[in-house]
């Protein structure tokens, strides 16, 4: 069984920072595709970055330039790293693994979840 745990959420202003970490317990990370998707109040789950078992990463047009997201294998680990952080990026924020390969962004794809970690952007 895959289990994922985040953390690093919290209360930052507009134009903040902030470091998302997911740390995946049970399997080796280096077979999975990660993501990270998010979930307002009142709205879907949406896609917000991919990380392949290659390292090759896509990001939500929403977030590029501003959010990052990385794997270090060997730590079992995935962030996210989240720049100039704006109001509308408030959200909880899930991490998502699957076994499958590619361009995976629909979260109905993803076979293990994390419980999520809040993160608020006031203005």
């Known amino acids: 069984q895959v289990h994922l745990v985040e953390s690093g959420g919290g209360l930052v202003q507009a134009g903040g920072s902030l470091r998302l970490s997911c740390t995946v317990s049970?399997?080796?990370?280096?077979?999975?595709?990660m993501g990270w998707f998010r979930q307002a109040p009142g709205k879907e789950r949406e896609f917000v970055s991919i990380?392949?078992?290659?390292?090759?990463?896509y990001n939500a047009d929403s977030v590029k330039g501003r959010f990052t997201i990385s794997r270090v294998n060997a730590k079992n680990t995935v962030y996210l790293q989240m720049n100039n952080l704006k109001p509308e990026d408030t959200a909880t924020y899930y991490c998502a693994a699957t076994p499958r390969y590619g361009r995976i962004f629909h979260p109905a794809l993803y076979d293990y979840w994390g419980q999520g970690t809040q993160v608020t952007v006031s203005s």
């Open positions: 990380i392949t078992p290659g390292s090759d990463s």
């Open positions: 049970g399997r080796a990370l280096s077979g999975y595709t």
